[in-house]
């Protein structure tokens, strides 16, 4: 046998060298660097929405940073994070293909859902995370998601409609394989690191599918070349170049010009246009009467109880609102008909009433 022969172990070496070289490889070319800048660019937007709404929620400032992205094996992604984690998946119903999921740490979500009910957000334990505390993370996380979506529907132009967000709580990695997400597949994530006023620094990770993030690059891209080349004018302007010749040795031709005729018009009183009010009449309006309202926290609405009395920003000397249809168009005052309440009109809005009204 050749002294220069490689032992098994060796030949087992190279092969692991080379299988772990070729996964690498694979990761780094999933996205080029132009569906990167534009997934983090699009991410930077839509989560800076996002942050706004969950500081109006907490009433506390919120900070993200500058979003770092990267793609990665999906198991490889999972592996590399702490368990438990809360997760919210959407998926897309209009405008794009796929899912997004963002994901964020439990004890971060304890801090997030004890604010959530009208708390502090500290000395929270995590280990008492359950389906309440879910709920309001969950509730959170909506508004999150709806505001990106929101923000990412007008850079790119187009309706996005997204499925009732989905929020998980992953105990174990056995709760990973239920994700809509497939194991083997590569995923782009973007990850931000956020802080909440000193109660929370911590990453929040959002996971898009590769397929979606080349959709949106594509989306991008093919906006900006209709931006800087427009073919519609193009194709006008060489259809114009090329009738040019044409017209210039086109012979001339006599035209021959008349008066216009009109048909005389009657007098005003005599037409009339119908009024066909008749074919409305039936149509059914909703009308309400709004008494008053009141904003409470979860914690609030959970102590309510029966005999509880919840107090309302109106006073009692106050007109109440009228609606049609969700239009404001009246004032009233509360009566008594036969046992029964009713409303009692004192005031039909005008027009700029109603606008200083809604203003």
Avoid at 90 to 103: A, C, H, P, T, Y
């Amino acid at each position: 046998m050749s002294s220069n022969a490689l032992t098994q172990e060796e030949i087992d070496a190279l092969l692991n060298g080379g299988g772990a070289a070729s996964e690498k490889e694979d990761s780094q070319s999933c996205i080029d660097k132009d569906q990167q800048d534009i997934v983090g660019e699009i991410a930077n937007i839509s989560m800076s929405q996002s942050a706004t709404a969950l500081s109006t929620l907490l009433n506390r400032t919120v900070n993200i940073t500058t979003p770092t992205v990267e793609c990665v094996p999906y198991k490889d992604m999972i592996k590399g994070r702490e368990i438990p984690k809360v997760v919210t998946t959407i998926l897309f119903k209009e405008g794009l293909k796929g899912s997004n999921v963002l994901m964020i740490d439990v004890p971060d979500a304890s801090v997030i859902a004890d604010l959530m009910m009208g708390n502090d957000g500290k000395d929270v334990n995590p280990d008492d995370f359950g389906e309440l505390e879910l709920s309001a993370v969950g509730e959170a996380m909506n508004q999150m998601i709806g505001s990106a979506s929101t923000a990412m529907a007008t850079m790119l132009k187009r309706k996005i409609d997204i499925q009732p967000p989905q929020v998980a709580l992953w105990h174990t990695e056995d709760d990973i394989p239920n994700h809509p997400l497939d194991e083997e597949s590569h995923v782009v994530t973007v990850a931000f690191n956020l802080s909440v006023e000193g109660l929370i620094d911590s990453e929040i990770m959002q996971i898009f599918p590769v397929e979606t993030v080349r959709e949106l690059s594509d989306i991008v891209m093919n906006d900006s070349a209709e931006v800087l080349n427009p073919q519609p004018q193009a194709a006008q302007k060489s259809a114009s170049e090329q009738q040019a010749p044409q017209q210039q040795s086109a012979p001339e031709q006599k035209v021959t010009v008349q008066q216009p005729a009109f048909q005389q018009l009657e007098e005003s009183g005599k037409t009339h246009s119908p009024r066909n009010l008749d074919l409305i009449m039936d149509v059914p309006l909703d009308f309400s009467v709004v008494l008053g309202e009141s904003r409470k926290t979860i914690k609030d609405i959970l102590a309510l109880g029966t005999g509880s009395v919840i107090e309302l920003e109106k006073m009692t000397d106050e007109p109440l609102e009228i609606y049609v249809n969700g239009k404001l168009i009246a004032e009233g005052e509360v009566v008594v008909i036969n046992e029964n309440f009713g409303v009692r009109i004192t005031n039909i809005l005008s027009k700029e009433q109603r606008i200083r009204h809604l203003k």
